[in-house]
């Protein structure tokens, strides 16, 4: 048994064949749609959590990851003699990272926290280097080296289909969003510093994929031999085919992750969302 245990928690969106592989522990945020609380992987799939919100008349509401449920997980593997890196969600669009902190500051142990400043792959791309880094027999502080290079450089960038999310969100206006739902008008967004910020916009698919696919290219620098790109969907495996094939096409990554959009950032995204990122290696 490694003596170092990888946590992440669910708005990371690692796929499930990567946390079987890497047995990481994924701490679940609550959704809570029609008052009904669930919690994210564990009593709700991503299936059933994008047919119930296209069933209700409700955006979904999240509830962060709380200090029990954070000191209890720790507790076991401090319990088992292990280390502990757990790797959150951005501290600032969620007090997810703050419970986690109280609960390490109430125990002892060999406890780190490492805040990735993203969400969904762009968390989770962090989480999967640290595992691979830690099956190769790297230090914790190797591993965090290489994790704050990546939380500096990566590029992260997604685009919703429905704009009634991000407007109740107060990440789009309601002006905005009815202009935008109207002419068909999808903003696209990046991760910056920790922050959702809409830095562009498109009307239609194919126009959205080929924004983002040339933002893309712009950070590849002549050095896609060192590039890995994660790819993902919130219940759009149309676009998400389009985005994967442009992508194979366009350039020629040997290193491609396919993930999906769960609830945790799904409440927040809605159904329909796509998104890309991409890192050193």
């Known amino acids: 048994m490694n003596d170092l245990k990888i946590i992440c928690d669910s708005l990371a969106d690692v796929p499930v064949n990567l946390i079987k592989k890497y ?41 962060q990851a709380t200090y029990m449920q954070f000191k209890e997980i720790f507790k076991k593997y401090i319990d088992e003699g292990r280390s502990i890196l757990y790797i ?10 703050q419970s986690a902190l109280m609960a390490k500051n109430d125990l002892e142990g060999d406890i780190h926290l490492f805040d990735s400043l993203n969400l969904s792959y762009g968390c989770g791309a962090q989480v999967v280097t640290a595992c691979e880094m830690n099956e190769e027999g790297k230090s914790i502080e190797e591993i965090i080296t290489k994790l704050e290079e990546i939380r500096d450089n990566i590029l992260v960038l997604f685009a919703v289909d429905n704009l009634d999310f991000l407007k109740k969100g107060g990440r789009l ?25 809409n830095i562009d916009q498109a009307r239609g698919h194919k126009k959205v994929i080929a924004k983002m696919l040339k933002m893309v290219k712009e950070n590849i620098n002549n050095d896609i031999e060192n590039k890995r790109v994660g790819i993902a969907h919130g219940d759009n495996e149309v676009e998400f085919e389009k985005l994967k094939e442009t992508i194979k096409n366009e350039f020629d990554f040997t290193d491609i992750t396919e993930a999906e959009i769960g609830p945790s950032i799904g409440s927040h995204t809605g159904a329909g969302t796509i998104g890309v990122c991409m890192w050193d290696k």
Do not use: W
Not at 37 to 58: A, C, M, S
Not at 88 to 97: A, E, F, H, N, P
């Open 173 to 197: 206006s309601a002006s905005k969003a009815v202009i935008g739902s109207m002419l068909s008008i999808k903003p696209i967004l990046q991760m910056q510093d920790g922050y959702i910020v």
């Open 23 to 63: 047995d990481i522990e994924v701490i679940p945020l609550t959704i809570i749609i029609n008052g009904v609380e669930y919690k994210d992987g564990v009593n709700i799939t991503n299936k059933e959590f994008y047919r119930l919100i296209k069933e209700v008349n409700e955006i979904p509401k999240t509830s």
């Open 88 to 97: 959150s969600g951005s501290s600032r669009v969620t007090g997810t990272y």
